[in-house]
């Protein structure tokens, strides 16, 4: 369970900084660093070296779910429900199929050799890994619709940046389905999800 939430809780991060990108042009660097760097972990040792090792680098993820699966109604926002739906979505039509699959793999370590060039959060690199989400993700079903503020939003870098989270969001989508994650588990086991994001998070 506890990677279960980790992997959720990712999700939901990437999610929550593309809403803040998109509305008013704000991203916490060190998350953001994290979350792309979550792409090029291909051989982890375990599921949080996806994430640094560290599980204070989910906190802003683990809040999130606990707002958005808990009981208090005041901290719900639809919008952010819809992109982590849309994510897990995805990932289900991408795991069926092995061409995009196969071409997934490629790109991203085409990537990995640029890391060692550029920083995970340089325009080289977020272009790059926004192109993997625009040439094999988006053709799987109805793209994500980002809705915000028009200003942020057609400027490249962010626009770069939102679609290579989106990515990240995908790369820990198919990490909670590997860890035994399951979308009716988010229904009938909210209260356990719930309160082992609340352990974690007390744990930080």
């Not at 809780?9 to 704000?26: E, P």
């Not at 080289?124 to 079903?141: E, H, K, N, R």
């Amino acid at each position: 369970m506890n990677e279960q939430v980790i992997t959720l809780a990712a999700v939901c991060q990437a999610a929550h900084w593309v809403q803040k990108l998109a509305r008013n042009g704000q991203v916490n660097e060190d998350e953001l660093a994290m979350l792309l760097q979550s792409v090029m972990e291909t051989s982890p040792e375990n599921t949080l070296a996806v994430y640094g090792g560290d599980v204070a680098n989910l906190k802003t993820g683990l809040k999130t779910l606990i707002d958005h699966l808990g009981n208090d109604n005041q901290q719900k926002d639809p919008e952010l429900t819809r992109y982590v739906v849309s994510l897990l979505g995805l990932e289900r039509r991408l795991m069926k199929k092995s061409k995009a699959l196969n071409e997934l793999g490629d790109r991203i370590q085409q990537s990995q050799r640029q890391l060692t060039h550029y920083e995970i959060t340089s325009d080289t690199l977020t272009s790059s890994l926004a192109s993997i989400y625009s040439d094999v993700i988006s053709p799987l079903g109805a793209p994500i619709q980002v809705a915000g503020n028009p200003e942020f939003l057609k400027q490249p870098a962010n626009q770069h940046k939102i679609r290579a989270l989106l990515l990240a969001g995908i790369r820990s989508a198919v990490l909670w389905r590997q860890v035994g994650g399951k979308r009716r588990s988010i229904i009938f086991s909210r209260a356990k999800i719930v309160a082992t994001a609340q352990h974690l998070l007390n744990s930080i």
